[in-house]
T-cell receptor
């Protein structure tokens, strides 16, 4: 079963604050992803990583940044949050030995910027 | 470029009725197709996948999907739904150029008693 954890689950903050959304997985997966999900909209890939010290921007431009210093950890940071960043952020991971497209998702972090 | 279109944003249905959630994709190459489910306040879970072989694939909870190459569709069906099937369902396809998943807009299945 999937073991991928996101914190916080819910976060309400004011404009201009710096925030970090945490994502950790205990499965030893090499690939990790961040998706942004808005109601009634498809999931958009904003960042991905294929291994330690490897990060790439996804299909949707985002002002957030990510890092991958350890295999199990893939945090996402917003230096200065704005109301336009209000969304749900989903972290996922996958194993290159598994079927392409078979992702394991965390429960999401719902961010509200006032 | 590949894309996925889910034709219904919401599907209300009564318990024990059959349901079909529609998904069409565009691709000029071989595809891998997926259905993911998101229960309220949870992350997405893989429901079923088509990679090759039999065009009809099944999940452990009674859902099935059929890959139809001529109609470029991968509709999800269940002959009799339960209240517990209430969730958001996402169709997805692998982008053959980048190897990344492309998701549809999602369909909310609302099962009423």
């Amino acid at each position: 079963e999937a073991d991928i954890y996101q914190t916080p689950r819910y976060l309400v903050i004011g404009t201009g604050k710096k925030i970090t959304l945490e994502c950790s997985q205990t499965m030893g997966h090499d690939k990790m992803y961040w998706y942004q999900q808005d109601p009634g909209m498809e999931l958009h890939l904003i960042h991905y990583s294929y291994g330690v010290n490897s990060t790439e921007k996804g299909d949707l431009s985002s002002e957030s940044t990510v890092s991958r210093i350890r295999t199990e950890h893939f945090p996402l940071t917003l230096e200065s949050a704005r109301p336009s960043h209000t969304s749900q952020y989903l972290c996922a991971s996958s194993d290159t030995t598994r079927v392409p497209g078979e992702l394991f998702f965390g429960e999401g972090s719902r961010l509200t910027v006032l | 470029a590949q894309s996925v279109t889910q034709l219904d944003s919401q599907v209300p249905v009564f318990e024990e009725a059959p349901v079909e959630l529609r998904c069409n994709y565009s691709s000029s190459v071989s595809v891998y197709l997926f259905w993911y489910v998101q229960y309220p306040n949870q992350g997405l879970q893989l429901l079923l996948k088509y990679l090759s072989g039999s065009t009809l694939v099944e999940s452990i909870n009674g859902f099935e999907a059929e890959f139809n190459k001529s109609q470029t569709s991968f509709h999800l069906r269940k002959p009799s739904v339960h209240i517990s099937d209430t969730a958001e369902y996402f169709c997805a396809v692998i982008n053959s150029n980048t190897g990344k998943l492309i998701f549809g807009q999602g369909t909310t299945l609302q099962v009423k008693p």
